[in-house]
Nanobody, 115 residues
Framework: QLKLVESGGGVVQAGGSLKLSCAAS????????VTWHRQAPGGPREWVAL???????FYPDSVKNRFTASIDNGFNTLFLQMNSLKFEDTAIYYC?????????WGPGTQVTVSS
């Protein structure tokens, strides 16, 4: 079973940047989709980034032009670059991979935007 672990979360001031990583336990070159999601306290889990099997990336309006998802050349690590962070970006961030008909989720990493 594919296992994912996020890292790189922390506290950052509004307007700052943060880059999250998601390490995969096995190569994900044959993925169907790679996504990032977030969940604020008391809120729903919402999608913030997607990379499809063709390598195209998509984002909702709430993070478009600020967040960028990517995959390393060896297909072992996922990234989420977050720029111009806002207070409303505060949440636990999760990486997700759909591969071989199965969904895999990481345990999440906390991102807190202050000031």
């Amino acid at each position: 079973q594919l296992k994912l672990v996020e890292s790189g979360g922390g506290v950052v001031q509004a307007g700052g940047s943060l880059k999250l990583s998601c390490a995969a336990s096995e190569n994900i070159r044959d993925f169907a989709s790679v996504t990032w999601h977030r969940q604020a306290p008391g809120g729903p889990r919402e999608w913030v980034a997607l990379i499809n099997s063709a390598g195209s990336d998509f984002y909702p309006d709430s993070v478009k032009n600020r967040f960028t998802a990517s995959i390393d050349n060896g297909f072992n690590t996922l990234f989420l670059q977050m720029n111009s962070l806002k207070f409303e970006d505060t949440a636990i961030y999760y990486c997700h991979v759909y591969k071989d008909g199965l969904d895999s989720w990481g345990p999440g990493t906390q991102v807190t935007v202050s000031s």
